[in-house]
């Protein structure tokens, strides 16, 4: 059975240090990858996707994502925390090609310190 | 360019009542899905509508059904609602052959 493991329920960082959210996927196909963001009482916004490309996603407010298949894993980096990075963090899997059947993780809590 | 749109904001209803969820879907997207999020969890997968057919199912039970209309917005259903029914419920466009989701700001629905 498809399904993706959000590694870390809350992280905290200090403003201007590196984020890092963790995230593991099963599919026993070739998956779509996705980051959305969720700030409070808003919807899912888009961050970045992998879908078969390169393995290295740039996104959107300098987030990236790396692929790794060996390691079933697509984890989500930003070089500098900003205050404004402060939201809910959802890895997302597609795991059939040209189906909108997305399995979420459970969620990161990312908290930004001043 | 309009995103995707949700209505109403928030409702409140009572154990067994009927319900509503309206959503218009980006400009040129085909294909409609709808998610349930409760509390302090991730999005759930209700169904997908591809042009006005049901194509995939999540594990609800047959009283959340939906429709969607020449136009591609989308109407959700929940009949004899339950307290665990409480949730948000988001409303995601899909253009035809893209892969990527487009969600809307969601309904939140408290049911007492």
């Known amino acids: 059975a498809q399904s993706v493991t959000q590694l870390d329920s809350h992280v905290s960082v200090s403003e201007g240090t590196p984020v890092l959210l963790r995230c593991n996927y099963s599919?026993?196909?070739?998956?779509?990858l996705f980051w959305y963001v969720q700030h409070p009482n808003k919807g899912l916004q888009l961050l970045l996707k992998?879908?078969?490309?390169?393995?290295l996603v740039k996104g959107i407010n300098g987030f990236e994502a790396e692929f790794k298949k060996s390691e079933t894993s697509f984890h989500l980096t930003k070089p500098s925390a900003h205050m404004s990075d402060a939201a809910e963090y959802f890895c997302?899997?597609?795991?059939?090609?040209?189906?909108?059947?997305?399995?979420f993780g459970t969620g990161t809590r990312l908290k930004v310190l001043a | 360019e309009t995103g995707v749109t949700q209505s109403p904001t928030h409702l409140i209803k009572t154990r067994g009542q009927q319900v509503t969820l309206r959503c218009s879907s980006q400009?040129?997207?085909?294909?409609v899905s709808w998610y349930q999020q409760a509390l302090g969890q991730g999005p759930q997968f209700i169904f997908q509508y591809y042009r006005e057919e049901e194509n995939g199912r999540g594990n609800f039970p047959p009283r959340f059904s939906g429709l969607q209309f020449p136009n591609y917005s989308s109407e959700l259903n929940v009949n004899a609602l339950e307290l665990d029914d409480s949730a948000l419920y988001l409303c995601a466009s899909s253009p035809g052959g893209g892969n990527e989701q487009y969600f809307g700001p969601g309904t939140r629905l408290t049911v007492t």
């Open positions: 599919s026993s196909y070739s998956p779509s």
């Open positions: 997302v899997v597609n795991p059939t090609s040209g189906t909108y059947k997305y399995i």
């Open positions: 400009s040129g997207h085909n294909t």
């Open positions: 992998y879908t078969s490309a390169a393995t």
